[in-house]
């Protein structure tokens, strides 16, 4: 007889990285033939269709997103608002609780998986529902970050017990942290930190898209730190969306020689000042290479034209694009003619850049972001960390072009070892059976929270 196939709730926060990353583990588990009720805003279901590779089993499920004041009218996901509103938008998915209640009452899933709603998990126990904290995170960052430190210069060094690495922060990343974890929730006492531990502490167990031969040692303090059972996907690689490349872009690369074209993108919240967008884009056009960057508009900017630096359209002419709106950046990061990916190290870009033949750039802005470029840059070294200000956390032109100089040049010496390294690690998680094999006791490892 056959495992029984699970009824499984998904509600992922509501920012494109986590509804994709949340996509692409339910099409693994409907592969297995479980049934997925992926909860999510509206407007949000039109960039995710595409993805949805098993309609019959993953059913989008539309939320309202309640108003809260001080959030924009139709704000839904973390691409609508800056960054410092993001709390509000926490609190309007926390005022989804009824609505949640209701869903799972009509639902009856077997488990639910979430990462910001640290109310979920007792809701579910009320409902006699498993709850898995699902992180979009590497096990690295969440081991580092998520402690409730009294300084920002606790940050510079690890929490006591964990293992040897090059992870660090500089003071400048410390400070960020800092403020991230005590920025206070909306009409609450509680800092953001609290929410976070508050979700690991209730849950019933913790999911992660990662290998054990990539962060074993970071997995081992997690069980160690949370005494909970923590559950390995594997690396979970998206397949390609059934639609191909937009036209306009297949063209466009088409023109260039292989491996010759840099690709930057910086995820669906990253916005740069004005200085330091424009420090980019004069980096670009100093590596002498054609470069097509997907960018949002700087911070003060409605579009990504009124930002250039002067005369840079007319100097950098058809060998460079920068490019305001949402791209397919999997099916840009396939095509032969990408050979750079200046990145800003979200863990979902990194495992897609791995399973393409572009060398990484690193250039990490905030949150898990600062340990990735670590355990990528440093632990596995198979990519190149643009210098920035320790203090300041500024990077030149100049460093941005040495760093692609440096990954793109096969023969230096560093050249040559991170493209040794990365070639190594794209074979190890592109290895047939091995994503089955994670898969699989994945699978088993849920079945076994319901005995």
């Not at 029984?4 to 583990?25: D, N, Q, R, S």
């Not at 730190?225 to 998206?238: E, I, R």
């Not at 033949?357 to 905030?366: A, F, G, K, S, T």
């Not at 990365?422 to 898969?439: M, N, P, T």
């Amino acid at each position: 007889m056959g495992k029984k196939k699970l009824k499984i709730a998904m509600y992922p926060w509501f920012a494109m990285g986590h509804l994709t990353t949340y996509l692409h583990i339910s099409n693994k588990l409907a592969q297995k033939g479980h049934q997925i009720f992926f909860i999510l805003p509206p407007k949000s279901q039109s960039k995710l269709n595409q993805f949805n590779l098993h309609p019959d089993l993953i059913k989008f499920i539309p939320i309202t997103v309640p108003h809260v004041p001080g959030l924009p009218p139709g704000t839904e996901t973390t691409g609508d608002v800056i960054f410092p509103m993001y709390s509000l938008l926490r609190r309007a998915m926390d005022l989804t609780e009824p609505d949640i209640n209701n869903l799972l009452l009509q639902l009856k899933p077997d488990l639910v998986f979430f990462d910001f709603s640290q109310w979920l998990p007792a809701l579910a126990r009320t409902l006699g529902i498993k709850s898995v904290l699902y992180c979009i995170i590497s096990p690295a960052a969440m081991a580092y970050l998520f402690r409730d430190e009294p300084t920002a210069d606790a940050y510079l060094l690890p929490p006591p017990g964990f293992p040897p690495s090059a992870i660090r922060l500089y003071a400048h990343e410390a400070r960020v942290v800092d403020a991230i974890n005590k920025q206070e929730e909306f009409g609450s006492s509680m800092k953001f930190v609290r929410r976070v531990i508050m979700s690991v502490e209730e849950c019933d167990a913790i999911g992660f898209k990662s290998c054990r031969e990539m962060e074993g040692p970071y997995l081992d303090f997690i069980v160690k730190k949370f005494k909970k059972p923590v559950l390995l996907a594997g690396p979970v690689l998206p397949t390609p969306p059934t639609s191909g490349l937009d036209e306009r872009w297949t063209k466009w690369l088409d023109q260039f020689e292989p491996k010759s074209v840099i690709f930057c993108a910086f995820g669906s919240e990253a916005r740069l000042k004005r200085d330091q967008f424009q420090e980019l884009l004069v980096g670009f056009e100093l590596s002498g290479l054609p470069f097509l960057a997907a960018l949002k508009p700087p911070v003060g900017a409605e579009t990504v034209e009124e930002a250039l630096p002067e005369g840079f359209a007319s100097r950098t002419g058809k060998r460079g694009v920068v490019y305001g709106g949402w791209v397919q950046q999997q099916l840009i990061l396939c095509h032969p003619a990408v050979g750079c990916f200046v990145t800003h190290c979200g863990w979902g870009s990194i495992f897609e850049a791995l399973v393409n033949e572009c060398q990484l750039v690193l250039m990490p802005h905030i949150g898990d972001q600062l340990i990735n470029v670590r355990l990528v840059g440093g632990d596995l070294r198979i990519g190149v960390e643009v210098e920035k200000g320790d203090e300041d956390g500024l990077f030149s032109r100049e460093g941005l072009v040495k760093a692609i100089e440096l990954v793109m040049d096969g023969e230096s010496e560093i050249g040559s070892e991170i493209r040794a390294n990365r070639a190594k690690w794209s074979d190890f998680i592109l290895r047939k059976g091995l994503e089955d094999s994670y898969v699989d006791e994945f699978d088993h490892k849920l079945h076994g929270l319901l005995e």
